[in-house]
């Protein structure tokens, strides 16, 4: 990689895409230290140091790079955009006028980015609103009044529309994919604090031998995950399939071999974060209200609470929590794969080329081949989903550590963004030797 920036440094037009880059990285960095007027910054960060964090709250902070706790300007971050693609996708299968959108092409995705950026706005107006209204009495704002409301839904509305103008403007001016490298550098800022709560709790108290032990195992045990990681985001079932031969004219054409690629990990992070949602939400609902633990309901509670899942001084049953979040997992790796990836449709378009795989009908007994390699790919992404996954929850449980920001799925995404945003220097290096070879 650092071979990689090197020598797109080298080349003055990436040069200037990477210069362009960090200077937006900067504007984002200086929006998320830029307070709210009239909000208390401290506010969410003191209610859930008192609700011990949960997965959906640490999730969403991690995505905000911290400033969500922060109350600042870009408290929201690309959250709104996140989601608004998220349903965006799921209708684009739900109703067929998006979906014939989606098939028109180059003008048919500008139309549905369009709609993406109105439900982005509209999402981030809900959210800040309920926020505004739901906590402002009750200390989010120093004065609780019209004003302040206004105030405070406005700026971080804006703040949250900005950032996505922010992601365009890198996708079209800078290097890579905008959003994701604004995800990216959110998850990234976190980095040296997650560090330090490592170093705190495995070294600092020890002797040097003990220390450099501990320091060689994290390493090590971190660079796994990395790998594991990059496998897992990597790995794909190549299919492959035949094309006939056909008379074109006076001559045969055709006949070659092509791969359909099956990725592994076909879902991405969606099913954790689904999962952690639902899992999450009657944890943090109940924290608001008086809960007796020792009731059926209070029980309940505790088993969907991911804090107390691996803890030496926990209960035991608690630990069925972690089951149930696993299943989650792995049923909603099925269920948005099913509505992203439509077997029938590969198979009838595959027919309609002239192609098939070798030892299948076109048509149906392809379309149930295609079904039944993909069920057997989908179980082994989603447990892989779920490795990575349970990891900083087993940490966090057996060592008292607080969730790590790079590891669970934020390792995930920031592995797929790396990956992307090389390809994408690489191929834009690609096409100016390509250029300075057909000038010569």
């Known amino acids: 990689m650092l071979k990689l920036l090197k020598n797109a440094w080298k080349v003055e037009e990436v040069r200037k895409k990477l210069i362009y880059t960090f200077l937006m990285l900067l504007v984002i960095r200086f929006g998320s230290v830029l307070p709210i007027p009239g909000v208390n910054t401290n506010y969410f960060a003191d209610l859930f140091s008192k609700l011990s964090e949960s997965d959906a709250f640490g999730w969403f902070n991690t995505m905000t790079g911290g400033s969500f706790t922060d109350l600042s300007v870009f408290a929201l971050s690309i959250t709104p955009y996140i989601?608004?693609?998220?349903?965006?996708?799921?209708?684009?299968?739900?109703?067929?006028?998006?979906?014939?959108?989606?098939?028109?092409?180059?003008?048919?995705?500008?139309?549905?980015?369009?709609?993406?950026?109105?439900?982005?706005?509209?999402?981030?107006?809900?959210?800040?609103?309920?926020?505004?209204?739901?906590?402002?009495g009750n200390g989010l704002l120093y004065n609780y009044n019209a004003a302040s409301i206004i105030v405070c839904v406005v700026t971080m509305t804006a703040g949250s529309a900005l950032l996505m103008w922010i992601g365009e403007r890198i996708t079209e001016k800078g290097v890579g994919n905008g959003i994701s490298i604004v995800l990216?550098?959110?998850?990234?800022?976190?980095?040296?604090?997650?560090?330090?709560?490592?170093?705190?709790?495995?070294?600092?108290?020890?002797?040097?031998?003990?220390?450099?032990?501990?320091?060689?195992?994290?390493?090590?045990?971190?660079?796994?995950?990395?790998?594991f990681a990059?496998?897992?985001?990597?790995?794909?079932?190549?299919?492959?399939v035949q094309y006939s031969r056909k008379m074109q004219g006076r001559r045969l054409v055709g006949g070659n071999t092509s791969m359909i690629p099956l990725k592994v990990n076909t879902a991405g992070v969606i099913p954790v974060?689904?999962?952690?949602?639902?899992?999450?939400?009657?944890?943090?609902?109940?924290?608001?209200?008086?809960?007796?633990?020792s009731t059926v309901g209070g029980k309940l509670l505790l088993m969907l609470n991911s804090n107390m899942?691996?803890?030496?001084?926990?209960?035991?049953?608690?630990?069925?929590?972690?089951?149930?979040?696993?299943?989650?997992?792995?049923?909603?790796?099925?269920?948005?794969?099913?509505i992203t990836f439509n077997p029938l449709e590969v198979a009838n378009n595959m027919k309609k080329g002239g192609g098939f795989i070798p030892g299948f009908r076109p048509g149906k007994q392809t379309s149930d081949?295609?079904?039944?390699?993909?069920?057997?790919?989908?179980?082994?992404?989603?447990?892989?989903?779920?490795?990575?996954?349970?990891?900083?929850?087993?940490?966090?449980?057996?060592?008292?550590?607080?969730?790590?920001?790079?590891?669970?799925?934020?390792?995930?995404?920031?592995?797929?963004?790396?990956?992307?945003?090389?390809?994408?220097l690489e191929s834009q290096l690609l096409v100016r030797n390509y250029k300075g070879f057909l000038n010569d």
């Open 83 to 136: 989601t608004s693609s998220i349903i965006m996708q799921l209708l684009t299968v739900a109703i067929p006028s998006l979906e014939q959108l989606q098939k028109d092409g180059e003008e048919g995705r500008r139309k549905i980015a369009e709609y993406t950026r109105y439900v982005t706005v509209a999402l981030a107006l809900i959210e800040s609103t309920a926020m505004a209204v739901g906590f402002g």
């Open 184 to 227: 990216l550098f959110n998850i990234l800022s976190s980095l040296p604090d997650d560090l330090m709560s490592l170093y705190n709790t495995f070294i600092r108290n020890e002797n040097v031998a003990v220390g450099v032990v501990m320091a060689v195992i994290i390493i090590a045990c971190i660079a796994a995950m990395v790998v």
């Open 230 to 240: 990059i496998i897992l985001n990597d790995a794909t079932r190549n299919i492959p």
């Open 273 to 293: 974060i689904f999962a952690s949602s639902i899992m999450s939400m009657p944890t943090m609902v109940a924290q608001f209200f008086t809960v007796d633990y």
């Open 309 to 338: 899942w691996f803890r030496p001084d926990g209960y035991l049953w608690a630990n069925i929590g972690l089951v149930i979040y696993l299943v989650l997992i792995i049923l909603f790796a099925y269920f948005y794969t099913s």
């Open 369 to 424: 081949y295609l079904s039944k390699i993909l069920s057997c790919i989908i179980f082994i992404g989603a447990s892989g989903l779920c490795v990575i996954a349970i990891v900083p929850i087993i940490v966090s449980g057996i060592f008292g550590v607080g969730r790590l920001s790079f590891l669970g799925t934020s390792l995930l995404i920031i592995v797929a963004v790396v990956i992307e945003t090389a390809k994408a």
